[in-house]
């Protein structure tokens, strides 16, 4: 296949900036010849910083619960909050990238990042709970950048034949940031003895209004570390050369946003993809959002740092889960993969809502590990299904805005969790949710898009 140089300027001409050079080739198509190793490490290693702030959320949820006093319906706003900001920011995050490239995308993405996480500090001091709700969607903006851009920008660093691969790699390197969180959310948030329950139910009014203000100040010290992080992540990414990673036709031709909106409603494949995915994010964050609460109720005698610690064998479970599907993805189809994973999580979610003892805990766990390879391997089969490359970009931002299945079945399993007054029954949303990914990935079977 014919080639085109990433480096289409002249030398003197190219950014000074970038200091840290590559030799890959950019095929017509927009993927490449061959992975730039280092690009591609650094590229990996912004899926652990948007991990990290996602499971940073499932601590908030627990803390807030009882500072502001909430029904588990009203915790769940934590996640609206966070995903529709990934909702709100999608499409414009890829006009972005179709006018520069995904590297500028990313750039902003690190800087929304940055602020929002800033915008903690003002609503510990304001401490309300509505502002904590703005401060989460302004990080998200942030994030929408970051993963609109990284998750297509992943599968176009190399040959088009492993993208689905590439994707689940990078991918493999997020539970390693939703570890980072919890674990700084265990030791930094959460402190030891009594529930917080507990240890406000004997303070009067005014005991508790100082208490809850010094529990909020402790929200703030995982967020000054990820601020540090952040702004070397950002001094890095400007330092790099990336390629463009965008399709010749594209170059010539820019589709009109409205063109590409109806070539994708058009496209059924696709639209099967985007409410999979929509399902499976839903459920994913769901499971995270009231691991702990569901320890919590099973087991009275623990409080919240000793159960945030199922929320770190969960991601473990999860990073194991994606290292496995890696190892099979390259001996059986990604599709196949994908089911078997789905038909087991499935059955495991029914043993989460039924089993009424705390081996239920353990197979929350279990069905973490077994999300492994679902989101990278639904994004990478929908983007395939978009044969126009002009569309690109925008298919990518739209697959991205599916997140806001974050944002409403958490809500619906708090719902659900508070008409029946149980929690552990709620986990039947994450069963339904599971079974929408297996219907999906045997119809890729039956298409024969393995």
Known sequence: MSTIDTNTEPAEKRNPLNLIKMNSKQLKDGYLDKTPIFQFILLSLLFPLWGAAASLNDILITQFKHIFTLSDFATAFVQSAFYAGYFVVAIPASLIIKKTSYKIAILIGLICYIIGCTLFFPASAVATYSVFLMALFAIAVGLSFLETSANTYSSLLGPKKTSTLRLNISQTFYPLGSILGIVLGKYLVFGSGATLE????????????????????????????LIMVLIVALIVFMITEFPKSKPAKAAIENAKISETLKYLASNKEFIKG??????????????????????????????????????????IAFFLGKMIANFMMKRISPTKVLIGFSVLGSLATLYVTFVPNMSAVYMAIVVSGLFGPCWATIYSKTLDVVKDKRHTETAGAIIVMSIIGGAIIPLAQGLVSDLSGSLQFSFIVAFVCFMVVVIYAVGQLRHKNV
């Open 274 to 315: 985007i409410i999979t995915q929509f399902f499976y994010v839903g459920m994913q964050t769901a499971v995270w959002s009231f691991t702990i609460r569901l320890a919590m109720q099973l087991n009275p005698a623990i409080n919240e740092r000793d159960a945030s610690t199922f929320m770190i064998y969960s991601f």
């Open 198 to 225: 507990e240890q406000m139910a004997g303070m009067t009014s005014a005991e508790q209004t100082i208490f809850a203000a010094e529990m909020l100040q402790k929200t703030l010290l995982p967020y000054k570390y």
